[in-house]
Nanobody, 117 residues
Framework: QVQLVESGGGLVQPGGSLRLSCTAS????????VGWYRQAPGQARELVAD???????TYAGSVKGRFTISRDNAKNTVYLQMDRLKFEDTAVYYC???????????WGQGTQVTVSS
């Protein structure tokens, strides 16, 4: 059974930092690309950053230069380091794994990030 467990969300002041983690089990992690998505109230879910099986990264324009995605295949974990957080980064953040060949995908349960003074 595939499980994705996210952690690291919380309340932070503008300009602060958080690091999100997404740990997978029941899956061959290295065969999956991983994306971090977020969804704010009343808005559509959007892709924030993703990393391929080979380590290539892409970022949404709104977070480029502030967020860093990384993966540790030995720990079956992907990270999202979020720096210089802004009010508009407030959302529920989800990780999604996609198999490189079959495109089978799996979602985490989400973790809340709130940027507030």
């Amino acid at each position: 059974q595939v499980q994705l467990v996210e952690s690291g969300g919380g309340l932070v002041q503008p300009g602060g930092s958080l690091r999100l983690s997404c740990t997978a089990s029941g899956i061959i992690f290295s065969e999956h690309g991983v994306g971090w998505y977020r969804q704010a109230p009343g808005q559509a879910r959007e892709l924030v950053a993703d990393i391929t099986t080979s380590g290539s990264r892409t970022y949404a324009g709104s977070v480029k230069g502030r967020f860093t995605i990384s993966r540790d295949n030995a720990k079956n974990t992907v990270y999202l380091q979020m720096d210089r957080l802004k009010f508009e980064d407030t959302a529920v953040y989800y990780c999604k794994l996609i198999h490189w060949r079959t495109n089978w995908n799996y979602w985490g349960q989400g973790t809340q990030v709130t940027v507030s003074s």
